[in-house]
């Protein structure tokens, strides 16, 4: 089954893709990962999207539905982790889906508007691997370094109170319409974790989604 994960910046995709990744060997695709090695490496791509992930905007759909092309060519059990964040790029993920005959359950992780702040502004970052840590919530075990390689962690520069604000608004005019998007009587396939509680919880609903094979017979929120 492959996992779309939906929610708002900070509610914690990434944390929990990482998470699932190495335990059950899904295959994380962070567009926002694979746009910032991008932006490090200066391609065309990361030159056209540097300035828009600075603003807190959306790069361009066609630029993030070539990128999700090139990902599907590559096997394995997927999580989408910050894609599709419009209904253009969900409708194309449902057409790339289909022309391989597979298809991926949306996995809301519902929280407070109210937390993300917080998270989002003491949350750092191992650059090469997206490991994130949180300077509260999820420290990691000498301040400032990664746990695996001893490597510095940085801040994302996106992760200030008012690029903050922008992408809070972006998710909620944009992205959050996919709720009903994957919600739809008609072919409901929308489950939803509650992304609130610490870590180790949300991982044990995801764990309970993934052994129930979450929206097999279109699991309902
Ligand atoms: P997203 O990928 O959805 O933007 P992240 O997974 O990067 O969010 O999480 C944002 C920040 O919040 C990180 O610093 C992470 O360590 C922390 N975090 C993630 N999940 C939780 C949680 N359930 N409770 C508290 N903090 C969390
Ligand atoms: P994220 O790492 O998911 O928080 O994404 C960081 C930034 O990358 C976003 O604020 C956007 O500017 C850009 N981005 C990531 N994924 C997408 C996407 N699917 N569509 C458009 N822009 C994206």
Known sequence: M???FLGPPGAGKGTQAKILADRFGYRQISTGDILRANVREGTPLGLEAKPIMASGG?????????M???ELEKPGRLIFDGFPRTVAQAEALDALLARKHASAVAVLFAVDLNVLLERLIGRWTHVASGRTYH?????????GIDDVTGEPLVQRPDDK???IRTRLAVYKDQTA???GYYDNPADPRLVMVDALAPIDAV????V????EGAGAGGARV
Do not use: C, W, Y
Not at 58 to 66: F, G, N, T, W
Not at 208 to 211: A, E, P, T, Y
């Open 203 to 206: 991982t044990a609903q995801l």
């Open 161 to 163: 109170e008012e690029t």
């Open 58 to 66: 959306l790069v361009p759909d066609d630029l993030m539905i070539r």
């Open 177 to 179: 319409p996919l709720i």
């Open 208 to 211: 309970g989604l993934i052994n």
């Open 68 to 70: 999700i092309e090139r």
């Open 135 to 143: 300077q509260k919530f999820a420290p990691p075990k000498t301040a």
């Open 2 to 4: 492959n996992l779309i």
